[in-house]
């Protein structure tokens, strides 16, 4: 009995720290159950949208002696037109407004396109930088009418997945504004569609990977020189990134494992009856910071 009394304070001494330990555990669940609760909800994102450069390649498929690339690039001279101030404020101006007038385009004619302005749009987006001159892009074309029809039920099955159960509540009803939904007619109608893939990595002649430096970043770049090519050119676009379409969009393109699909950019002219949402830009002052 005096073993017992003498023993008692040590129980109650422990029993004073579970209790405290379990207390402090439920109060750390809650906390993180209300910090989650106060994170904003964010967009469903395809998993083939997600950039690769942070994932270095296995050590033993890349070739850790030679990329591909000469040692001794050579360099020559440089020259280029250099225009007076007063050219130079008028061609800013003038290439501002053409661009100001691109607009996104969902109903697009069947009216024909000639073939050499499409070839020569997408060699103007080849002339994009890129990481250590990689090139990592495959702009793919498509003209034939059931192919186009193909994409657009793949495309379509798939968006209205999204719409009814991926992309959340937040996202579908923010889209309400600009009247867009899974019916993709213009996947039909525009007389080419330029499906763009990014290399998530290169070949070598000895069949080992070649590391696509910032693959993802390089081919948005070019895609935007598209886009402003296209502008120039009098033809119009969507851009369109077919959410969870990529690997059975490869599949029926027939494009190798490295590709991965970034943008679907339906082009023609727009029909005579095409509407726009009655959209506004950011002035200057809210997306330019002068230090």
């Given at each position: 009995?005096?073993?017992?009394?003498?023993?008692?304070?040590?129980?109650?001494?422990?029993?004073?720290?579970?209790?405290?330990?379990?207390?402090k555990?439920?109060?750390?669940?809650?906390?993180?159950?209300?910090i989650?609760?106060?994170?904003?909800?964010?967009?469903?994102?395809?998993?083939?949208?997600?950039?690769?450069?942070?994932?270095?390649?296995?050590?033993?498929?890349?070739d850790?002696?030679?990329?591909?690339?000469?040692?001794?690039?050579?360099?020559?001279?440089?020259t280029?037109?250099?225009y007076?101030?007063?050219?130079?404020?008028?061609?800013?101006?003038?290439?501002?407004?053409?661009?100001?007038?691109?607009?996104?385009?969902?109903?697009?004619?069947?009216?024909?396109?000639?073939?050499?302005?499409?070839?020569n749009?997408?060699?103007?987006?080849?002339?994009?930088?890129?990481?250590?001159?990689?090139?990592?892009?495959?702009?793919?074309?498509?003209?034939?009418?059931?192919l186009?029809?193909?994409?657009?039920?793949?495309?379509?099955?798939?968006?209205?997945?999204?719409?009814?159960?991926?992309?959340?509540?937040?996202?579908?009803?923010?889209?309400?504004?600009?009247?867009?939904?899974?019916?993709?007619?213009?996947?039909?109608?525009?007389p080419?569609?330029?499906?763009?893939?990014?290399?998530?990595?290169?070949?070598?002649?000895?069949?080992?990977?070649?590391?696509h430096?910032?693959?993802?970043?390089?081919?948005?770049?070019?895609?935007?020189?598209?886009l402003?090519?296209?502008?120039?050119?009098?033809?119009?676009?969507?851009?369109?990134?077919?959410?969870?379409?990529?690997?059975?969009?490869?599949?029926?393109?027939?494009?190798?494992?490295?590709?991965?699909?970034?943008l679907?950019?339906?082009?023609?002219?727009?029909?005579?009856?095409?509407?726009?949402?009655?959209?506004?830009?950011?002035?200057?002052?809210?997306?330019?910071?002068?230090?």
């Amino acid at each position: 009995m005096a073993l017992f009394s003498s023993l008692t304070p040590v129980f109650v001494a422990i029993i004073c720290v579970l209790i405290g330990v379990i207390l402090k555990k439920a109060n750390g669940e809650k906390e993180k159950r209300d910090i989650k609760s106060k994170l904003p909800s964010r967009p469903w994102v395809d998993e083939d949208l997600k950039d690769g450069t942070d994932h270095p390649l296995e050590e033993e498929e890349v070739d850790e002696e030679w990329q591909g690339l000469e040692e001794n690039v050579a360099h020559v001279p440089f020259t280029a037109e250099r225009y007076s101030e007063a050219e130079m404020i008028k061609r800013s101006q003038t290439f501002y407004e053409l661009l100001n007038k691109r607009r996104s385009v969902r109903f697009l004619s069947d009216e024909p396109v000639p073939r050499e302005v499409i070839n020569n749009v997408i060699r103007t987006a080849g002339t994009s930088p890129s990481g250590a001159h990689t090139e990592p892009w495959t702009f793919v074309v498509v003209q034939d009418p059931c192919l186009k029809h193909k994409i657009r039920e793949i495309v379509e099955e798939e968006e209205e997945v999204n719409y009814k159960k991926r992309m959340g509540d937040r996202w579908v009803n923010d889209l309400k504004r600009l009247r867009t939904n899974w019916i993709k007619e213009y996947l039909d109608t525009a007389p080419y569609l330029i499906l763009i893939f990014k290399q998530v990595y290169g070949r070598l002649p000895n069949g080992k990977k070649k590391t696509h430096y910032y693959n993802e970043i390089s081919v948005s770049i070019a895609c935007g020189i598209l886009l402003a090519a296209l502008q120039n050119a009098g033809l119009h676009t969507v851009t369109s990134t077919p959410l969870n379409c990529g690997p059975q969009l490869r599949v029926l393109l027939q494009r190798p494992a490295n590709e991965k699909l970034l943008l679907l950019l339906p082009v023609g002219y727009p029909k005579k009856d095409a509407t726009v949402p009655a959209l506004t830009r950011k002035p200057l002052e809210d997306i330019m910071v002068v230090m």
